[in-house]
């Protein structure tokens, strides 16, 4: 004889689900004075190149970046978005 129980429904958690480290640096990217090189590969504890090339990746997918230096540190933000 096998006993069968109810499947229980998964649990509603009441906490959103944390944002991924990409996710993380797309948001610093879109803040309206955008970020450094620095401030971005410090949050995702990714080396400089690695997060130069995170961000070619989101010109691939359309992502519009514009960079500008501002007393002599350069600053990266998101004009416009290709998913939007």
């Known amino acids: ?3 069968t129980s109810a499947a229980k429904p998964p649990a509603q958690s009441a906490t959103p689900e944390p944002k991924t480290k ?3 640096v797309i948001d610093l990217l ?3 004075g955008g970020a450094t090189l620095e401030e971005l590969s410090t949050l995702a504890c ?3 190149h690695s997060t130069r090339s995170f961000m070619t990746g989101l010109k691939k997918k ?3 970046i514009e960079s500008d230096k501002i007393d002599g540190v350069r600053r990266y933000r998101i004009v416009s978005s290709g998913s939007a």
């Open 30 to 32: 879109s803040r309206e």
């Open 62 to 64: 359309e992502h519009v």
């Open 1 to 3: 004889m096998t006993k």
């Open 46 to 48: 990714w080396q400089p």
């Open 22 to 24: 990409n996710q993380k």
